[in-house]
Nanobody, 124 residues
């Protein structure tokens, strides 16, 4: 069973930065594409960013373009989400997820593996 473990969340002032990490227990077809999602209290889970292991193609939600960057490290089986210029509305629980497809990467339904989440709090 593939396991995803996130870390790196915390509290930061608006304008600050955090880097989230997601360690993958094993890279398989089911984790060909890795995504980050977030969910704030009372809101639906929303797509943040996704990356394809094989060629690094990446996709971002409009709300984070230019501020967030997703990357992957083969040697460490880890996916990162660098978050800069954080805003209060970025505060949420952030989830790492794995999918066998890149198409519809923005849809949580295509992801079969999920981490437990890491909390991000952005103070204004």
């Amino acid at each position: 069973q593939v396991q995803l473990v996130e870390s790196g969340g915390g509290s930061v002032q608006a304008g600050g930065s955090l880097r989230l990490s997601c360690v993958i227990s094993e890279r398989t077809f089911g984790t060909s594409t890795m995504g980050w999602f977030r969910q704030a209290p009372g809101k639906e889970r929303e797509f943040v960013a996704a990356i394809k292991w094989s060629d690094g193609r990446s996709y971002y939600a409009d709300s984070v373009k230019g501020r967030f960057a997703i990357s992957r490290d083969y040697a460490r089986d880890t996916v990162y989400l660098q978050m800069d210029d954080l805003k209060p509305e970025d505060g949420a629980v952030y989830y790492c997820a794995g999918s066998p497809v890149l198409e519809d990467a923005m849809s949580p339904e295509v992801y079969g593996y999920w981490g437990q989440g890491t909390q991000v709090i952005v103070a204004s």
